[in-house]
């Protein structure tokens, strides 16, 4: 069974304070993995998608980063506009199109 | 502008009742999704659908029904079997194969009364 676990459930931080949020994942050949963002009330919004260990992508002030067992999101000067839930979510190689979720990081920047 | 439009953003339900969620994409995605979303659980699937006239059970589509008779729709119906219905449903499409990321609609708060 695929599964999949975000550290810490909570993030608060200082504008301007670097961190970073830890999704940690077991599934049966990883096909790819996925970093959504969710603001309060809407549906997740995807950021990155990462399909094989060392592979790092960047957007703005996040920088997603993937090995075998886990990946990092990385935020870099965080802004309060960055403040939301932050999803992670694999899709294994027999599994068609289907995704599993994390139970996701909520983030809170504070000005 | 494409997109994926969910309906009513919210929805309450009696006891006994059933209430049909609405789904509409015009992206042309074959592949359409419901999640449900609670507190402190992530998503879970209920049913997905691949195409038109065919869906799957998802991980905990006891009480709740769907249909896939057009490409664009796939409404989702909480059947009065399903005895903790409050949550966040989220609707998702993606282009079909695999390695696309999902595109979801803005949700629909669904209220037991």
């Known amino acids: 069974e695929d599964q999949v676990t975000q550290s810490p459930e909570a993030l608060r931080l200082q504008e301007g304070e670097s961190s970073s949020l830890n999704c940690s994942y077991t599934v049966s050949g990883l096909r790819g993995l996925f970093w959504y963002r969710q603001d309060p009330g809407k549906g997740p919004e995807f950021l990155f998608t990462l399909y094989s260990a060392g592979e790092e992508k960047e957007k703005e002030r996040l920088k997603a980063t993937l090995t075998k067992k886990e990946s990092f999101l990385h935020i870099t000067a965080p802004k309060p506009e960055d403040s939301a839930t932050y999803l992670c979510a694999v899709q294994a190689r027999t599994s068609g199109s289907r995704l599993t979720f994390g139970e996701g990081t909520q983030l809170t920047v504070n000005p | 502008d494409g997109g994926i439009t969910q309906s009513p953003k919210y929805l309450f339900r009696k006891e006994g009742q059933n209430v049909t969620l609405s789904c509409e994409q015009n992206l042309n995605h074959d592949a359409m999704y419901w999640y449900r979303q609670d507190p402190g659980q992530g998503l879970r699937l209920i049913y997905y659908?691949?195409?038109?006239?065919?869906?799957q059970k998802g991980d905990i589509a006891e009480g709740y029904s769907v249909s896939r008779e057009k490409k664009e729709s796939f409404p989702l119906t909480v059947t009065s079997a399903q005895k903790n219905p409050t949550a966040f449903y989220l609707c998702?499409?993606?282009?079909?194969?695999?390695?696309?990321?999902?595109?979801f609609g803005s949700g629909t708060r669904l209220t037991v009364v």
């Open positions: 659908s691949q195409i038109v006239n065919d869906f």
């Open positions: 998702a499409t993606t282009y079909g194969g695999a390695n696309y990321g999902y595109t």
